[in-house]
């Protein structure tokens, strides 16, 4: 569907996660102000204006509302030796880890200005990622009944969500140059026959994690249509 929403990119680099929870919070309460006002009186002058932040998080392991704890195969005490921490958190799906190397991204998306529906909403963001893979020469794969990416049977890109007033936070982890044995101390996202794998893997050589951000942005910007206004390195609303 064509789209006018322009989105502003910040890239906040290395956070870690619940600071980054809290950013989100904060992205989302502005959109929804501003949705709410707009709404309360159409002459307002607001610009449609919608958010993907971008960052790398130190070792941690998210666990969403839906997961099953058991999924995590490490105590308090081996997590200290790995200097990971563990989240339980109020997105969709089950448990994933995140650490340097892997691209995070959060679209703050009020789907008003898109289709306002989860199940679209989640196979354009796959649509992105299997884009991005293309361009490296694979071929990304959907797996029925499951949510994210796939290269040949292994899983390259996780997806969780949450949804208030149709505008979005959380989102993807792309694994582009992660260290890969973090997760062999978890069942990842629950799935217990399905192997993990990175960008960096498959290409059998390191690649540049900025340049698969802006290609994630490009692939992001045709699938949804918008217009990507401002890239930055900071959030000024978050330093209010």
Known sequence: MENKAKVVVADLGLVPYKKAWDYQKVVQKKLIDEKLLRRNDPDASLDATDYLLYVEHPHVYTLGKSGDSANLLKNEEQLKHLNAEFVVIDRGGD??????????????????????????????????????????????????????????????????????????????????DTDMSYFSHIVPCGITDKAVCSLSQLLGKAVAIEEVKNRISESLAKVFGFNIIERRTSLRILDQ
């Open 95 to 176: 448990i994933t880890y995140h650490g340097p190397g892997q691209i995070v991204g959060y679209p703050i998306f009020d789907l008003d200005r898109y289709d306002t529906d989860l199940h679209i909403y989640l196979r354009n963001l796959e649509e992105a990622m299997i884009l991005v893979l293309d361009q490296y020469g694979f071929k990304g794969e959907r797996i029925k009944g499951m949510t994210g990416v796939w290269v040949n049977g292994a899983k390259i890109c996780a997806m969780g969500i949450k949804c208030s007033r149709w505008v979005t936070m959380h989102g993807f982890a792309f694994n582009v």
